[in-house]
């Protein structure tokens, strides 16, 4: 059993940056696969970038070069260092973890968070 606890939300203009937490608890969570996903009002969730437990990271295309995962077992944490954000980043954003997870697909994710709110506006 895990559970996750995201951090690091706000609101921030345009062209700025933020880092989300998302902080596992149970022994096992060097061994899940970590996703970040969003959902932004009236759309879909998305799968924004995920880090599998071998370390091999995945970007959703809208995010490729402005948003960077990656990954602290000491700290059971997954970071989401976002620089550059558009307004069309402002979403709901979740993690998740899955023992199988390996990609932005959300069906082998098993664990979730509460999810952190992300507002870039001016």
């Known amino acids: 059993q895990l559970q996750l606890v995201e951090s690091g939300g706000g609101l921030v203009q345009p062209g700025g940056s933020l880092r989300l937490s998302c902080q596992g608890s149970g022994s096992m969570f060097d061994y899940h696969g970590i996703g970040w996903f969003r959902q932004a009002p009236g759309k879909a969730r998305e799968g924004v970038s995920s880090?599998?437990?071998?370390?091999?990271?995945y970007y959703t295309d809208s995010v490729k070069g402005r948003f960077t995962i990656s990954r602290d077992s000491a700290k059971k944490t997954v970071y989401l260092q976002m620089i550059s954000l558009k307004p069309e980043d402002t979403a709901v954003y979740y993690c998740a973890a899955g023992v199988y997870a390996d990609g932005l697909g959300s069906s082998s994710y098993t664990y979730w968070g509460q999810g952190t709110q992300v507002t870039v506006s001016s």
């Open positions: 880090i599998n437990k071998y370390g091999n990271t």
